[in-house]
């Protein structure tokens, strides 16, 4: 069974661009939960989604968005970057947000 | 609001020798609890689980945690470690009601000497 896949592995923009990173859950879970990592601020939660809706949100400004396809795949975007927005930032899936979470190897975003 | 406070950013033990890393945890209702792995440049891996079942809760590579309600804790152990544990360790908690969000501990960092 193919785990989370995670794209691009590695990113680098500059302040003031967007990004958009995709996630591939666990087949079969609807659930699928982004973070953010940092070596300051350690592990954060952005949002959860599932069945294509935004379930949970942290304390993240606006700038940070994402979506969910009727499949499951899910994508994060990131506006208008700043130099504070480099972390790795990691996927995970489960069966319905409730269960144990499934980590992929996550996109490492470098803000130059 | 659920937290998770990790005692010791860094632990280092002798090849062989027991490990023990302590997580404890503050929630306003029954938690679920979770111990990931990460090695460098990967992504976190589930070590074992707790969620309300057995109290003792057995994972991979020989890792084991006890969920102490009266102690609010969830330490994890090995008895006895081997190079390949070297990795950073978090232990994280879940409310069933707060959909797809984990709340971590800051890490332990584990080093295992020859």
């Known amino acids: 069974k193919a785990g989370v896949t995670q794209t691009p592995r590695y990113l680098i923009k500059t302040r003031g661009q967007q990004v958009t990173l995709s996630c591939s859950p666990i087949?079969?879970?609807?659930?699928v939960s982004w973070y953010q990592q940092t070596p300051g601020q350690g592990l954060q939660f952005l949002f959860e989604?599932?069945?294509?809706?935004?379930?949970n949100k942290g304390n993240f400004p606006g700038r940070f968005s994402g979506r969910q396809f009727s499949n499951s795949r899910s994508e994060m975007n990131v506006s208008t970057l700043e130099l504070g927005d480099s972390a790795l930032y990691l996927c995970?899936?489960?069966?319905?947000?409730?269960?144990?979470?499934?980590f992929g190897d996550g996109t490492r975003l470098s803000i130059l | 609001a659920q937290s998770v406070t990790q005692l010791g950013s860094h632990v280092s033990v002798s090849e062989g020798a027991l490990v023990l890393l302590r997580c404890n945890y503050s929630?306003?209702?029954?938690?679920?609890l979770f111990w990931y792995v990460q090695y460098p440049n990967q992504g976190l891996q589930l070590l074992l689980k707790?969620?309300?079942?057995?109290?003792l809760v057995k994972g991979i590579n020989g890792f084991e945690a006890e969920f102490k309600k009266s102690e609010t804790s969830f330490h994890l152990t090995k008895p006895s470690a081997h190079m390949s544990d070297a990795a950073e360790y978090f232990c994280?908690?879940?409310?069933?009601?707060?959909?797809?969000?984990?709340?971590f501990g800051q890490g332990t960092i584990l080093t295992v000497h020859p």
């Open positions: 087949s079969g879970h609807r659930s």
């Open positions: 929630s306003s209702v029954p938690p679920y």
């Open positions: 707790y969620t309300s079942a057995a109290t």
């Open positions: 995970a899936s489960s069966l319905d947000g409730n269960q144990a979470q499934h």
């Open positions: 989604y599932f069945s294509e809706t935004q379930r």
């Open positions: 994280a908690v879940s409310e069933g009601t707060s959909y797809g969000k984990l709340t």
